[in-house]
């Protein structure tokens, strides 16, 4: 009987830790489920950042609404007209901008604008948009008011 302990004590010792067969079976299982979940991830992460882009474009473009409807149907011709009164214009009720400041797009960027637009085609409004991931104005990553979908 006394063997047989003595038998299955040493057993017990080698059994004590993983082996690497094991270790390596749980990194490759790991792995699988980390290429499956990054992706989907990493999506979300992008349509979640143009979506804030979008906001932002938005609100400058909702800011220079505003604007207009208290001076006659003009838009501001700088954005940093919506921020400070250009000049005692008596008809100037703002900043039209929350926080008194220019919105950020995700990637840190200030949104664009330029009155007149060109992209607009109706006579005087803006075209606002954010440079996008690759902080470059005309390039297709770019999201901005003129685009269908917005």
């Not at 010792?13 to 790991?30: D, K, Q």
């Not at 006659?72 to 009720?93: H, R, V």
Request: aromatic share 6%; hydrophobic share 40%; net charge neutral.
């Amino acid at each position: 009987m006394k063997a047989k302990q003595q038998a299955i004590r040493a057993r017990d010792r080698r059994r004590t830790g993983f082996t690497l067969m094991e270790i390596l079976i749980v990194l490759a299982i790991l792995a699988v489920i980390i290429s499956l979940v990054l992706p989907n991830f990493l999506g979300a992460q992008q349509d979640a950042n143009k979506k804030i882009a979008k906001t932002a474009v938005a609100a400058v473009e909702e800011a220079a609404k505003m604007y207009a409807a208290q001076h006659d149907g003009e838009f501001p011709l700088t954005i940093d007209a919506l921020l400070t009164n250009q000049g005692n214009d008596p008809k100037w009720a703002g900043p039209y901008l929350e926080k008194g400041k220019v919105p950020l797009d995700p990637w840190g960027n200030s949104i664009q604008y330029q009155c007149p637009g060109t992209h607009q085609g109706n006579g005087g409004e803006p075209d606002i948009w954010s440079m996008g991931k690759d902080k470059q104005s005309n390039t297709a990553d770019d999201i901005a008011n003129w685009t269908t979908g917005k």
